[in-house]
């Protein structure tokens, strides 16, 4: 993996690394030696663990260093060149970076890197869609500048129409995230929640159903974007209803951030023409350091700007200069063919399964992910992904559409490609990967509860599977190492 990021060729990029961590591990050890152990352990996990967990990636020895600094000590809250503290000017500059390279790559306006998260990315993005569109015209209706300004009263009936606001997202089961509206997260309680979800019978996403849900329901925000929908999404015609409705149309690209980066997704299929906020990521398939970011049209620019303090606080230094490292990396040849790659594999994989007889959500994907209705073989989700982890695959239990064991036992399992391709499989580890899954399902038996019905959880894998699925995993992973070179 080292080979496909941009360096200057006079440094040996795995050895300078490998000195680099046993030097840092060092200096660990001499404080608390189990934090140096565990994060030993956790590099030879991740080494041997055939991870398919769609959201989840390997970023670079550059972008993970870059976070272990004292960028991390500085207080910076505010903007860049309008801070609430002084001798800001390195992390001005380490912001600046970010975001010019956030707005190159993805060709937005305006681009925000301090978010912590993607949750905390869409926390800003609805924050900054209220203050735009219900607190910006209250404030001029009454002819006062900012909040402060308003008197006890005045800010009551504020405080009602903030709390008075409807959002429409893509349903959970349908593959929509807990943060587009649902009841358990802040989204939810802060919003009117109304769901779209997809056609009962191709499970795609209907459009047509988009729009009557959007006239009858009159949305303030129209969110697109998704974590376990394996198809991609025109952006265009989402942007047209939001428009006939007179909604802010907001995407989270949360997961396929990279995709777009990559230049897979163009055209109607690239979220940054269509919406007036995307937010993302930057730790799933863009492989950069754990973060978010928005980036927004000139006429939102001020209002993301707000972030901190509106639901942030002190930005991470250590971390937006990681993301800028990443960007960096992003824009490279090298990535467009790897963002390919993924999107490619996934297809490889779908066939695979498909081929040995699987159903697959959709009955496919073009994205980078792909999600599995195990219904067939007899097993929930649930009972599917401990099975497969038993047998050294790693993956996630992911609701399936109108999904009869609801969201924790589930009926499906997402596997996703950003991991494995960045170690460098390609389509025979990827067609291998279906059939070892496919014989690990065929091969597990759900285990009855003792009421006698089919137990949710329980399950027996038959003898020797186990075991001969980790050989032949092995093998593959051997074959393609994580961080080739770097030894600790
Ligand atoms: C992963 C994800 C998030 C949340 O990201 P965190 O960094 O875990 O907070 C938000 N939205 C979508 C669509 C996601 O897939």
């Known amino acids: 993996m080292t080979d496909t990021l941009a360096r200057p060729a006079a440094v040996d990029y795995a050895a300078t690394a490998s000195q680099a961590y046993r030097a840092a591990l060092a200096v660990i050890e001499t404080v608390e030696p189990r934090i140096a152990d565990a994060t030993r352990a956790e590099l030879a996990d991740q080494r041997d663990s055939l991870k398919l967990i769609a959201s989840e990636n390997y970023a670079s020895p550059a972008v993970l260093l870059t976070m272990g600094t004292w960028l991390s000590d500085k207080y910076a809250e505010g903007t860049v060149g309008h801070r609430f503290y002084a001798a800001c000017q390195n992390i001005d500059t380490v912001e600046s970076i970010a975001a010019e390279h956030a707005r ?37 209706e009454l002819g006062v500048k900012g909040v402060n300004d308003l008197t006890e009263e005045q800010w009551e009936t504020l405080r009602h129409k903030f709390g008075n606001q409807r959002a429409l997202g893509m349903s959970l089961d349908a593959g929509g995230h807990l943060t587009h509206g649902f009841r358990p997260n ?16 191709t499970q795609l996403l209907d459009y047509d159903a988009v729009r009557r849900t959007a006239h009858e329901f009159k949305p303030l925000v129209l969110i697109a974007g998704y974590s376990a929908y394996p198809r991609r999404v025109n952006f265009a015609k989402m942007r047209e209803i939001a428009d006939e409705v007179g909604a802010t149309f907001m995407v989270d690209m949360a997961h396929f951030a990279g995709l777009v980066a990559g230049k897979v997704f163009t055209g109607e299929e690239d979220p940054v023409p269509y919406a007036h906020l995307v937010t993302t990521t930057t730790h799933k398939s863009l492989r950069g350091p754990r973060g978010g ?6 006429d939102y620019a001020e209002d993301v700007d707000r972030g901190c303090p509106m639901v942030l606080g002190g930005p991470m ?11 960096a990396e992003a824009r490279t040849p090298e990535f467009r063919t790897y963002a390919a790659a993924v999107a490619d594999n996934a297809k490889t994989l ?50 399936v559409p109108s999904d009869p064991n609801g969201a924790w036992y589930t009926s499906g399992v997402r596997l996703g490609t950003p991991a494995l391709t960045t170690r460098g499989f390609g389509a025979d580890e990827f ?13 597990t038996t759900p285990v009855t509860a003792s009421t006698g019905m089919p137990g949710k959880a329980k399950y027996a894998l038959a003898d020797g599977v186990a075991h001969a699925t980790k050989a032949a995993t092995a093998e593959m992973l051997a074959a393609n190492p994580l961080y080739p070179g770097l030894e600790l």
Do not use: C
């Open 104 to 140: 190159a790559l993805f060709g937005a306006d305006y681009a925000y890197a301090q978010p912590h998260s993607g949750i905390d990315a869409n926390l800003v993005a609805f924050w900054a869609i209220l203050a735009h569109r219900v607190e910006l015209p209250e404030l001029a």
């Open 186 to 201: 802040i989204s939810g309680k802060m919003f009117h929640q109304r769901s779209y979800g997809t056609d009962p019978k």
């Open 293 to 298: 970011m928005v980036l927004a049209t000139k």
């Open 317 to 327: 230094g250590h971390v937006m200069a990681a993301k800028a490292v990443a960007l």
């Open 350 to 399: 779908a066939d695979g399964f498909l081929r040995r007889g699987a159903t697959l959500v959709t009955g496919g994907t073009d994205n980078h992910l792909v999600l599995l209705d195990v219904s067939g073989y007899g097993l929930t989700g649930r009972q599917a992904e401990s099975a497969l982890l038993d047998a050294g695959i790693v993956t996630n239990r992911n609701a």
């Open 431 to 443: 067609d291998r990967v279906a059939e070892l899954a496919v014989n690990v399902l065929k091969n």
